[in-house]
């Protein structure tokens, strides 16, 4: 298979003219990370180097306290309006930075960064693998002792014990539990942006001033406590697709040139190696197997759940399952080019992309905050100043309000929704290429289908023997698959695979000959026999009402039809035909049975496109097709109204997968072009891949309105309990990292729940 959807190829920028926006290839906005978490990155794969651009020199920066949208959005103060900077590009899970700048201007960027209270490290090869590794945890004891003084405080304030005890306790727990939120509130605050860091720094240190010691002590404590579950929670998100880098075992068994075999790392085996498997090894490089036969589970690459038998000449890929058997094999691709290294970093590269959700809760998120803090600053001064209120009340009322003033809960709930329902499909065999594509699958109305290698096998098969004359079946058999075991051409193929098959005997051929466009002729126990098509038998006389007949029914099914004939009389006749696979039955029943209309688009004649869409059941069937007419089909489609899909496996479906909303690429394992440019890549040919991915995506985005509901929901409520005076600071908090925990808990579980059963 070979898809060419390539967008530019075909003058296609990826912004569909019917309005719907695509991103970017490499715009990586919000990753959605804990939102100032601390937890640190695992390893992932070593990035790019600095690259020559048009516009200047583009540069990977690892960062990584870079957890959630609050750095982004320093760094992007900070760093946007730097003379030499014309580019900045954040992934958030792979917590990378990619800067274009000009030649001379990096130093000056790094220092930048450092200013934030970040460390910055340029990411490159092997020293990006090195600086990703696991770094040392922080101990848990500052955190545990801050909690019992916390809690010590509260008692003593209760008990009526002196405040100035209250008051020492309360200020222990809130500099052994704080000071990392005070850092980074006072960075935050100094670049004139209001982060939760910078809003908990002075909802506490305004509870401190006001006395209420116990409260501020506790709202700390709880506040650290929930960014490390949040960020723990998170990294389930971001470890779920760089998790598949385990499936490919770190070394292989190969062959040196002295002639043993010899265990090394699979980085270091250069394509053309050959590599020895044993039985329930997993395998650790992409190649083609040169001696051996074994059966193969390929789940993690293509989600069959069924093992797969593998024979020389056929294609293995890292990170599958050997079973019983035992081969050797040449490996093809290096570890970093394989086709599950391909997986993983189409899926990194997918999670940058800003989804439209993910953009419609950005812009709301950056009104929201200077709202509500200006809401919070007018609750502290004008009842005081204008109704006689008491300024003790009123201004804590305004603290309370700054807790709820932090979007946090809002603002993670999409990407991490986003990054699972990703990782879900992955692990399906479903590569999704964007969010955007994963939103968009819900809306589909129309699916288009190639026919040969989409819904058909794409290898013609025997599907009819019938005999015409006395002749024994058996006999019939034996004689087309005698002379058809001498021809090359696919239609003689299929015969002698099926013969083959069951067992039949063939025979000597004599005097054979190949007859162009007709068929071919053999001398076989001294009589001239003939296979070949209708216009053979026509042309030597031998055709009548009924056999004319019984070829047209054939013939109307979609089938090609050779015939046996001596120069006498026709023997019998065989149909040949592109068989359908069974999945796609099931596959076109469960799209209609979601709304989804479905129209096959195929270049074969229109009795062949109608016969085989009557079979599994496709509303609409268009044939003689060339490539320009697929494309003008799908544009009539999509000027109907709703989103259109496209499945195709070849490159003459390019222009028409360029253009529908959705591009389908069927068979897309091994095959690098359609990983790197479907918007979403079927790994293996099995149909019943389209409507999980449609279940999938209006999982997600069921998820993701329960998300935004559940964030702006629970503010809501604790807005106006604060406002009627019943909301307290412990209140807020937990509004703020319950309301964080909650919508991060829902938009993993599409990582738990198959999609099938969504």
Known sequence: MSTQHNHEAHGHDHRHDHGHSHPEPHTHAHGGDACCGTSEAPPMAPLAPPAAK??????????????????????????????????????????????????????????????????????????????????????????????????????????????????????????????????????????????INALMSIAVTGALLLGQWPEAAMVMVLFTIAELIEAQSLDRARNAIRGLLQLAPERATVLQADGTWQDVAAKTVAVGARVRIKPGE????????????????????????????????????????????????????????????????????AQGARAPTQRFVDQFARIYTPVVFALALGVAVLPPLLLGGVWFDWIYKALVLLVIACPCALVISTPVTIVSGLAAAARQGILIKGGVYLEEGRRLTWLALDKTG??????????????????????LRSLAASLAARSDHPVSKALAQAAERDGVALRAVDAFAALPGRGTQGVIDGRLLYLGNHRLIHEQGRCSDALEARLSALEQQGKTVILLADEREV???????????????????????????????TGDNVHTAQAIA????????????????????????????????????????????????????MGA????????????????????????????????????????????????????????????????????VGASLLVVANGLRLLRKPAAAG
């Not at 293995?316 to 094999?329: D, H, L, P, Q, R």
């Not at 359908?580 to 209309?597: D, M, N, Y």
Request: glycine residues 8%; aromatic residues 4%; contains cysteine.
């Open 614 to 665: 009557a079979q599994v059941g496709i509303d609409e069937a268009r044939g003689d097709l060339l490539p320009e007419d697929k494309l003008k089909a799908i544009e009539a489609k999509i000027s109907t109204g709703g989103a259109v899909g496209m499945v195709g496996d070849g490159i003459n479906d390019a222009p028409a997968l360029a253009r529908a909303d959705i591009g389908f690429a």
């Open 454 to 475: 989409t819904i058909t096998h794409g290898k013609p098969a025997q599907t009819d023997c019938v005999v015409l004359s006395s002749m024994d079946s058996a006999d």
């Open 54 to 195: 048009a516009d200047g020199v583009q540069t990977p920066i690892r960062i990584l306290q870079m957890d959630c949208p609050t750095e982004e959005a320093l760094l992007r103060k900070k760093l946007g309006g730097m003379a030499g900077v014309t580019g900045l590009e954040f992934n958030l899970m792979q917590r990378v930075l990619t800067v274009t700048h000009a030649p001379q201007a990096i130093e000056p960027i790094l220092a930048a960064v450092r200013t934030l209270g970040f460390t910055p490290e340029i990411a490159t090869g092997a020293a990006a693998q090195e600086s990703s590794a696991p770094q040392p945890a922080k101990p848990w004891w500052p955190l545990a002792l801050a909690g019992v003084a916390a809690i010590a405080s509260e008692a003593a304030h209760w008990a009526g014990m002196p405040e100035w005890l209250a008051a020492a306790l309360a200020l222990v727990a809130v500099a052994l539990s704080g000071i990392t939120t005070y850092k980074k509130g006072w960075i935050a605050i100094r670049n004139g942006n209001l982060n």
């Open 282 to 349: 997993r395998i650790a490089l992409d190649g083609t197997i040169t001696s051996g036969r074994s059966t193969i589970d390929q789940a993690p690459i293509t989600g069959e759940s069924l093992p797969v038998e593998k024979a020389e000449g056929d294609t293995v890929f890292a990170g599958t399952i050997n079973a019983s058997g035992s081969f050797e094999y040449t490996v093809t691709a290096a570890a970093s080019d394989s086709t599950l290294a391909r997986i993983i970093h189409a899926v990194e590269e």
């Open 669 to 736: 394992a091994g095959t690098g072009t359609a990983i790197e440019t479907a918007d979403v890549a079927l790994m293996d040919d099995d149909l019943r891949k389209l409507p999980r991915f449609v279940r999938l995506s209006r999982r997600t985005h069921a998820l993701l309105v329960q998300n935004i509901a559940l964030a702006l929901g629970i503010k809501a409520v604790f807005l106006v309990l604060t406002l009627t005076g019943a909301g307290t600071m412990w209140m807020a908090v937990f509004a703020d």
């Open 571 to 601: 023997h019998g006749m065989f149909a040949v035909a592109d068989t359908v696979k069974e999945s796609s039955r099931q596959a076109i029943a469960e799209l209609h049975a979601l709304g989804i209309q479905t129209i096959m688009l």
